[in-house]
């Protein structure tokens, strides 16, 4: 924890007041496992499909994430006068906020309450209670906003790719971002993978580009065969265009610019 706080700290000292806004999600190893998770997870999928999830329910999945969500507070202390007002009660939520007079909108899904060991992959959920309350707090936060203003630009925010959800719930999350009516989001950034993938997703009425932005292991660990990557991105919303930034870890296992992506050096 404390070198979660010392990061966070140097980071504001080096960049000072051009950190605008932070988001934080959390991950599968913010998630503190339990015996009741077992349990929660089979009357989730066992229960009928058209039965939204309960308050009761949710309640013992927020519990694992205590220590996650005091950390955030911490964090945003850093950052904010007032991080009450940034914080959310839960772990998902909705922010719109304004750079550059555009309206930013940052939607952040929590897609880990779910996991429960190493093998998650096409196991994890969103579920009904998260998503109704994410189309509840984007309302919220969409009335707040100027008299005839509009989104600029939604992004969504989960450590895992989406592929990583159950079938029927993958499909339910692509749905939901792509619909005009939904989320209507341009961008799904998430982490985990450790790699730099670019995937695009399309319908007749929107288009989504999801990106990866996973870091790697830390500085001097051998456990892993091969590098690791994670990726930066700056979006240019006057010229609509996104520059990525790729760095991997090398042999002395720190991290340096990553040309692989290129046919050759130059």
């Not at 969500?69 to 911490?74: A, D």
């Not at 969103?126 to 189309?135: E, S």
């Not at 994670?230 to 002395?252: E, K, M």
């Amino acid at each position: 924890k404390k070198r979660v706080i010392d990061f966070f700290i140097n980071l504001k000292k080096i960049l000072g007041d051009k950190v605008k806004h932070i988001y934080i999600v959390p991950g599968n190893h913010d998630k503190v496992r339990s015996q009741t998770d077992s349990m929660v997870l089979y009357n989730y999928s066992s229960q009928d499909a058209n039965k939204p999830d309960s308050k009761d329910e949710w309640k013992y999945i927020r519990v694992a994430f205590e220590e996650h969500l005091e950390l955030v507070k911490e964090i945003y202390a850093i950052f904010y006068d007032n991080p009450k007002e940034r914080a959310f009660e839960d772990t998902y939520g909705v922010h719109i906020d304004t750079v550059n007079n555009k309206n930013i909108c940052v939607v952040q899904f929590n897609t880990a309450w779910a996991s429960e060991d190493d093998n998650d992959q096409r196991r994890l959920r969103i579920g009904k209670y998260q998503m109704q309350g994410i189309r509840d707090s984007l309302i919220s936060a969409y009335e707040k906003i100027d008299y005839g203003k509009s989104i600029d630009l939604t992004i969504v925010l989960a450590h895992h790719p989406v592929n990583w959800l159950t079938g029927s719930e993958e499909d339910m999350v692509q749905n939901e971002m792509l619909s005009q009516n939904g989320l209507n989001a341009n961008v799904y950034i998430c982490g985990h993978t450790h790699n730099r993938d670019v995937i695009n997703w399309q319908n007749n009425r929107n288009s989504l580009t999801t990106l990866v932005s996973g870091l790697g292991w830390p500085d001097g660990s051998t456990q892993h065969p091969y590098a690791h990557t994670y990726s930066s991105y700056v979006f240019n919303l006057d010229v609509n265009s996104i520059d990525v930034y790729v760095r991997s870890s090398n042999d002395a296992y720190s991290f340096e610019p990553d040309f692989r992506i290129y046919t050759n050096k130059r």
